[in-house]
């Protein structure tokens, strides 16, 4: 079972920039991927930055020049660098680790969330 952690949420006004930090810990996998989704009241959960065996990235095209996506996998350590906020990035940000499996099969694991808040 894994855990994650994610920390560097906060409360900033729009154009400001944050860094949102995830560290995954307990089992180690073979195949992973990590990233970053957020979910907005009233609104579905949506991927925003997802990083695949090691270093490879994709950005959401919402967030695309504004958003970059760092880390490694394989050190089960993502970061999220935030540029120009605006009020649309306010949400709730999650760490996310899926584990792929020999049989198939795919297990999800998800941080607490941390809170992003963009004022005007």
């Known amino acids: 079972q894994v855990q994650l952690v994610e920390s560097g949420g906060g409360l900033l006004q729009a154009g400001g920039s944050l860094n949102l930090s995830c560290v995954a810990s307990?089992?180690?996998?073979?195949?992973?991927?990590m990233g970053w989704y957020r979910q907005a009241p009233g609104k579905q959960r949506e991927l925003v930055a997802l990083?695949?065996?090691?270093?490879?990235?994709n950005v959401a095209d919402s967030v695309q020049g504004r958003f970059t996506l760092s880390g490694d996998t394989y050190k089960n350590k993502v970061y999220l660098r935030m540029n120009s906020l605006q009020h649309e990035d306010k949400a709730v940000y999650y760490c996310?680790?899926?584990?792929?499996?020999?049989?198939?099969?795919?297990?999800?694991?998800w941080g607490q969330g941390t809170q992003v808040t963009v004022s005007s």
């Open positions: 996310n680790e899926k584990v792929m499996l020999v049989t198939g099969f795919s297990n999800d694991y």
């Open positions: 307990g089992s180690i996998f073979r195949m992973n991927t």
């Open positions: 990083m695949r065996s090691g270093r490879r990235t």
